[in-house]
C-alpha cells in the first residue's frame, strides 16, 4: 500500500497561482503513475491530469491543459501540481492518487490509492 499526502490548497483569487504537493510513502516502488483528481461537493470527481513516475510522461484534462503542470521530485518522492491562471471554477477538492498500472488512466477507479485531500478555493 502507498500513503499519500496532499498539502498546500488554500484561497487564492482568479488569475492566481497555487502548487499542491503530495508527499508519497509506503510500498512507492509500486506506484507506477499517479494522479490528480478533484471534486466539488456538487459534482462527480474530476479527472485533472496524471504523470508515468518512471520516465515523467504526462497527460491532462483539457480543462486544465497549458494551465496546470503535474511534476514529480524522485529523491523526495513527491508530487507536484503547479496550477496558474485558476478560475472560479477550478475550485474544489484536490485528490492525489496512485496506481500501480503503467497507462495514465482518467478513471478514478483504476487508481488504488489515494490521499486525504486539500481544499483549493479560487474566489471571482
Known amino acids: 500500500q502507498v500513503q499519500l499526502a496532499e498539502s498546500g490548497g488554500g484561497l487564492v483569487q482568479a488569475g492566481g497561482s497555487l502548487r499542491l504537493s503530495c508527499a508519497v510513502s509506503?510500498?512507492?516502488?509500486?506506484?507506477?503513475?499517479m494522479g490528480w483528481f478533484r471534486q466539488d461537493p456538487a459534482k462527480e470527481r474530476e479527472f485533472v491530469g496524471a504523470i508515468r513516475w518512471i520516465g515523467g510522461s504526462t497527460y491532462y484534462a483539457d480543462s486544465v491543459k497549458g494551465r496546470f503542470t503535474i511534476s514529480r521530485d524522485n529523491a523526495k518522492n513527491t508530487l507536484y501540481l503547479q496550477m496558474n491562471s485558476l478560475k472560479p471554477e477550478d475550485t474544489a477538492v484536490y485528490y492525489c492518487?496512485?496506481?500501480?498500472?503503467?497507462?495514465?488512466?482518467?478513471?478514478?477507479?483504476?487508481?488504488?490509492?489515494w490521499g486525504q485531500g486539500t481544499q483549493v478555493t479560487v474566489s471571482s
Open positions: 492518487a496512485a496506481t500501480a498500472r503503467v497507462s495514465m488512466s482518467t478513471v478514478q477507479f483504476q487508481y488504488d490509492d
Open positions: 509506503g510500498r512507492t516502488f509500486s506506484r507506477n503513475t
